[in-house]
């Protein structure tokens, strides 16, 4: 693979490289070990360096994201040893990207066999920034007359990412009348690790029908090969699983539906906290090709505020004791907006981070203002364990007409009254929040 004009990796299995090297010319260079992006005929993706590879599971990367990095050439063969960090993402077409800084460069994997592949030794999986210890150029050969053997170097290990490795996840089963009709099932994730055959259901008419579930670090995977007669999960408020991770795993911050996927999966089943992962399958259709793949991401709460915590959102028209539309589960994830359909008021989407709420109004074509009312609005309560919220502002980016009058807020709840208010496509708001 060349660089043509100049990859998002976290290893949660030790990485070990021992190099030994025997030096024959005089004055001849070091020359580096070349790593390569290669994909299997299954789609997976792998790091190969000389005779060693890894699972490669590049990290998701939201539209505006990847627009808001230097796209300067394309990679399609190898990676010359430079300086990092480097990473690989996947956008939301499924094109892969290399990333360094705010440069990118679009990554076209090398086919591999699998013959090719099998003869490779698998050292585990990575996903996130590509190690450093991967990156860097050997140090040059000594000028030397005689051959000159080189005592072996262990490479430290990678420090392993947070994840599902090494804890334990269980998993329940409910019908469409919220009764558990599976497990709980208990899995500690290792390589290889699953949920295997989980059977149908006891109750006729209502099941979860015979899935198997891989689990590793930081993904969920379903396979459907097993379903036989079933073709559809029941209509319901809710039926599906429910992913419950013990108390000494790190916390969840995001679930993304991988591109992958097959099943009509979309953000509006798929619900997360901290703890927990729910998936709701109520209604869909699928076969034995079917398959579902969950990216989970982790890492640790750093501050004060919403992020690892869930954030509950209720519109009220005309009064607050007139319920419109939700609740609704919002994510605190930078980049990440909900999309709140139009009984919610008007179509907005809403981006909640750390430390702020942001109102983007650029689907709301149709609508041009909001109806006149003692309240016509939205009120966000945080979940329990959240920090408490001490006060709030307007951010001077908005320019929807907001003014203080119109906010408030307690420990635990914002209220946002919009009535009356004009906007466009090109609208936005931004609440500041202190904890």
Same mark, same amino acid.
Request: aromatic share 8%.
């Given at each position: 693979?060349?660089?043509?004009?100049?990859?998002?990796?976290?290893?949660?299995?030790?990485?070990?490289?021992?190099?030994?090297?025997?030096?024959?010319?005089?004055?001849?260079?070091?020359?580096?070990?070349?790593?390569?992006?290669?994909?299997?005929?299954?789609?997976?993706?792998?790091?190969?360096?000389?005779?060693?590879?890894?699972?490669?599971?590049?990290?998701?990367?939201?539209?505006?994201?990847?627009?808001?990095?230097?796209?300067?050439?394309?990679?399609?063969?190898?990676?010359?040893?430079?300086?990092?960090?480097?990473?690989?993402?996947?956008?939301?077409?499924?094109?892969?990207?290399?990333?360094?800084?705010?440069?990118?460069?679009?990554?076209?994997?090398?086919?591999?066999?699998?013959?090719?592949?099998?003869?490779?030794?698998?050292?585990?999986?990575?996903?996130?920034?590509?190690?450093?210890?991967?990156? /860097?150029?050997?140090?040059?050969?000594?000028?030397?007359?005689?051959?000159?053997?080189?005592?072996?170097?262990?490479?430290?290990?990678?420090?392993?990412?947070?994840?599902?490795?090494?804890?334990?996840?269980?998993?329940?089963?409910?019908?469409?009348?919220?009764?558990?009709?599976?497990?709980?099932?208990?899995?500690?994730?290792?390589?290889?690790?699953?949920?295997?055959?989980?059977?149908?259901?006891?109750?006729?008419?209502?099941?979860?029908?015979?899935?198997?579930?891989?689990?590793?670090?930081?993904?969920?995977?379903?396979?459907?090969?097993?379903?036989?007669?079933?073709?559809?999960?029941? /209509?319901?408020?809710?039926?599906?699983?429910?992913?419950?991770?013990?108390?000494?795993?790190?916390?969840?911050?995001?679930?993304?539906?991988?591109?992958?996927?097959?099943?009509?999966?979309?953000?509006?089943?798929?619900?997360?906290?901290?703890?927990?992962?729910?998936?709701?399958?109520?209604?869909?259709? #699928?076969?034995?090709?079917?398959?579902?793949?969950?990216?989970?991401?982790?890492?640790?709460?750093?501050?004060?505020?919403?992020?690892?915590?869930?954030?509950?959102?209720?519109?009220?028209?005309?009064?607050?004791?007139?319920?419109?539309?939700?609740?609704?589960?919002?994510?605190?994830?930078?980049?990440?907006?909900?999309?709140?359909?139009?009984?919610?008021?008007?179509?907005?989407?809403?981006?909640?981070?750390?430390?702020?709420?942001?109102?983007?109004?650029?689907?709301?074509?149709?609508?041009?203002?909001?109806?006149?009312?003692? #309240?016509?609005?939205?009120?966000?309560?945080?979940?329990?364990?959240?920090?408490?919220?001490?006060?709030?502002?307007?951010?001077?980016?908005?320019?929807?007409?907001?003014?203080?009058?119109?906010?408030?807020?307690?420990?635990?709840?914002?209220?946002?009254?919009?009535?009356?208010?004009?906007?466009?496509?090109?609208?936005?708001?931004?609440?500041?929040?202190?904890?």
């Amino acid at each position: 693979m060349t660089i043509k004009g100049s990859s998002v990796v976290r290893g949660w299995v030790g990485l070990f490289a021992v190099v030994m090297v025997a030096l024959w010319a005089a004055s001849a260079a070091a020359q580096p070990i070349t790593l390569r992006v290669v994909q299997s005929s299954d789609g997976t993706l792998y790091l190969v360096q000389g005779a060693s590879a890894w699972t490669l599971a590049p990290d998701p990367i939201s539209d505006a994201d990847l627009a808001g990095l230097n796209p300067v050439g394309e990679i399609d063969g190898s990676i010359s040893p430079q300086p990092g960090p480097l990473q690989v993402v996947q956008a939301s077409d499924g094109e892969f990207y290399v990333v360094n800084g705010q440069t990118a460069w679009t990554l076209v994997p090398d086919p591999i066999g699998d013959a090719d592949l099998a003869a490779l030794g698998q050292n585990g999986e990575l996903d996130g920034a590509i190690p450093a210890v991967l990156l /860097s150029p050997p140090a040059p050969a000594p000028d030397v007359s005689m051959p000159t053997p080189v005592a072996a170097t262990p490479v430290p290990p990678v420090p392993a990412a947070p994840g599902f490795a090494g804890h334990q996840l269980q998993l329940d089963v409910y019908n469409p009348f919220n009764q558990r009709i599976g497990g709980p099932y208990t899995v500690t994730p290792a390589p290889g690790a699953q949920f295997t055959n989980l059977p149908g259901g006891q109750l006729p008419g209502f099941y979860v029908v015979p899935v198997n579930i891989a689990v590793t670090n930081s993904t969920l995977t379903f396979d459907f090969a097993q379903t036989g007669q079933y073709t559809s999960f029941p /209509s319901s408020n809710f039926n599906g699983y429910v992913f419950t991770t013990s108390q000494d795993s790190p916390p969840i911050l995001d679930v993304t539906i991988d591109p992958s996927t097959t099943l009509k999966l979309d953000e509006s089943r798929v619900f997360a906290s901290t703890k927990q992962i729910q998936i709701n399958v109520q209604d869909l259709s #699928f076969n034995t090709q079917t398959t579902v793949k969950l990216n989970v991401k982790f890492g640790q709460v750093s501050g004060s505020g919403l992020a690892g915590h869930q954030l509950q959102l209720v519109s009220y028209s005309p009064t607050t004791d007139q319920y419109l539309a939700g609740p609704f589960t919002l994510r605190a994830v930078p980049g990440h907006f909900d999309t709140l359909p139009a009984p919610t008021l008007v179509p907005v989407d809403i981006n909640t981070t750390n430390t702020t709420l942001e109102f983007a109004f650029g689907k709301t074509s149709g609508y041009s203002q909001f109806a006149s009312a003692p #309240f016509n609005g939205y009120v966000f309560t945080t979940s329990a364990g959240t920090p408490a919220i001490t006060g709030i502002s307007i951010d001077p980016s908005t320019t929807l007409g907001l003014d203080n009058s119109r906010v408030s807020s307690t420990s635990n709840q914002i209220r946002v009254n919009v009535q009356g208010l004009a906007f466009t496509t090109r609208t936005t708001a931004k609440i500041n929040l202190r904890f």
